[in-house]
């Protein structure tokens, strides 16, 4: 199932804060895709819907200081948070505060600089964890885990 959830209108909204925002559902898993929304449209997907807990959360714009605030992170409390960031990217990000701050919410950080691409299998009968297409791939830049240490679901990453 695809929801899109923002934005209803295209008025009002303008650069990164026009981004789509999908909901996609399926076996009882959920994921959001939120493009480069930042503060103010995460505020507004916050007044008019009804914003669970979250299995997967693109990290909206990247991960970088003016998204991913407090109530966004508390609402979603996501296992797997997915920072769409390239190696050594100009912008640092994600921004160490909203990368702490998704942690804090209990969310298992895979960056993409780091892991290339990651994909997740939906299914109620089957453990949710990232696979790196690319983990057997050849990259020109130095290889670091995606992830510190163990994710909740004892993954290790």
């Known amino acids: 199932e695809f929801e899109f959830l923002h934005p209803r ?12 925002v999908l909901r996609l559902r399926a076996d009882g ?6 493009g480069d929304i930042e503060r ?3 505020r507004v997907l916050l007044a008019r819907r009804n914003l669970g807990p979250a299995n997967v959360v693109i990290a909206p714009h990247h991960g970088s200081r003016s998204s991913s605030g407090v109530e966004l992170v508390s609402a979603l ?12 990217n100009r912008w640092g990000f ?15 950080a895979v960056e993409t600089s ?13 453990p949710l964890q990232p696979v790196f ?9 130095p290889v670091r885990q995606a992830a510190e240490g163990v994710c909740d679901s004892g993954v290790p990453l």
Do not use: I, K, M
């Open 9 to 20: 209108t295209h008025r009002g909204w303008n650069e990164n804060n026009a981004s789509c």
């Open 29 to 34: 898993r959920e994921v959001l895709l939120t």
């Open 40 to 42: 103010d449209a995460e």
């Open 77 to 88: 409390r996501p296992d797997y948070v997915v920072f769409p960031v390239g190696y050594r």
């Open 94 to 108: 994600p921004h160490p505060e909203v990368r702490a701050r998704w942690a804090d919410a209990g969310a298992c």
């Open 114 to 126: 780091a892991s290339g691409s990651v994909s997740f299998e939906l299914r109620a009968d089957q």
């Open 133 to 141: 297409a690319a983990a057997s791939w050849r990259r020109p830049w």
